[in-house]
């Protein structure tokens, strides 16, 4: 930590407040904000715009520049030499793999690849029509139902067992909701197949090409962490509870589902559909740009990204490469996507407002191509993005830490004496 102060003068206190400020080893220093309690006043940042809510290691983002970091290493460099569950490696343990660990790291995710006949029969409890997300997040916090009573949350191996643990079962849960919601039994996972393509595998009984293979396990790398988003702040702060690790990735799968967070992939596809064909993107774009329409251009914009999603140029690329080899090139939705993305582009609504396609304008047409069906998208995010969340937790449990318990600005009403029914 460095001396570096901020001090605030506020009006009817006689001395400037003086605040410790923190740097980073990248990105924006903080203000510690704690002195302004014993001042009697809170800070007030709706929505956590300008809140770092916790110090972490795991990844780092620059949105200006369009940089994300996992350990330090670029998302362009870790999608093109390494693989999904080496990532999850890295999330976890801080470093990249050497060839034994790595190896001993595959195996167990590959003898907890299973689910307990009980979570099948819950999912298969659920209406064919139920969304999968629904059954995933059931599914996730059931898991709960086995594992919580021999896990000591303050043991470092029993946290990291758990975080392989839920790694390792996703793909599985993943694929039983889908095969579930077509009426089909579900597959066992196959062991000798990699977990991208065990998990294709899982979902359609067949095995899929080198291509779609690696396209599906891209999909989960770039999906698998990104600093302190809506679910993964939502993870930590369920786990500040000292809750069982399955409870708390059950709340980020739950938050996950909003069209505003990894719900945009479905939606991203539902506009496509809508939007129909290149004839109709100008009416589209009008809507997005209409501030009395509730309406906006799904898979466009970032909290963060002000520049533009760096995972959005990789998935971009695969879609080129699964496009090519599946000879999609001609789909009409794919031609709306790079349509409605070069009008957007060039709208200066749009660039004033700093809105680039994110994350999710391409992975639903990639997982389209794919095969998979749009309403197993965020349930494949969620898939994804469990690596990410159970590092956070397991990171957050490694060191001191205390329940998260933000205050407010009350604006309701003053004291009053209750008021009898009949004086109403
Ligand atoms: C993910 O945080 C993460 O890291 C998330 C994520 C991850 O990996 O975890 O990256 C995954 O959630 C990606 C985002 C997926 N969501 C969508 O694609 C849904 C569409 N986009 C938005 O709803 C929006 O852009 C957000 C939610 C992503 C970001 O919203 P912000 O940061 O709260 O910005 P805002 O709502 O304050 O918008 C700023 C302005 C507003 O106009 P003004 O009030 O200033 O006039 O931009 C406009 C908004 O109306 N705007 C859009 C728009 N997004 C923002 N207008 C039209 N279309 C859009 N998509």
Redesign the pocket.
Known sequence: MTDKKAHLTVDGIDDPVELAIYPGTLGPDVVDVGPLTKQGLFTYDP?F?STAACESKITF?DGANGVLLHGGYPIEELAEHSNHLEVCYLLLNGELPNQQELESFIEEIDANRSVDDSIAKLIASFARDAHPMSMLCSATAALAAQYHDNLDISEEQQRYNSAVNIIAKMPTLAAMCYRHSKGLAPIAPDTRLRYAENFLYMMSGEHVSETLARAMNRVFLL?AD??Q????STVRLAGSSGTNPYAAIAAGVATLWG????G?NE??LNMLNEIGDESRIDEFVAR??D?DDPF??????????KNF?P?SRVMKKCCDEVFSELGLEEDPLLKVAIRLEKIALEDD??IS?K?YP????YSGILLKALGIPVELFTVIFATG?TPGWIAHWHEMLSEPYKIGRPRQLYTGSTKRSFVAMADR
């Open positions: 929505g715009v983002i999906h990104h600093e988003n809506a679910s993964t069209p505003s967070h990894g945009a939606a991203v997005a740009k501030k906006r251009l799904m898979g466009f914009g970032h909290r963060v990204y999603d995972r609504y749009f407002k809105l994110n994350v999710d304008f993005r």
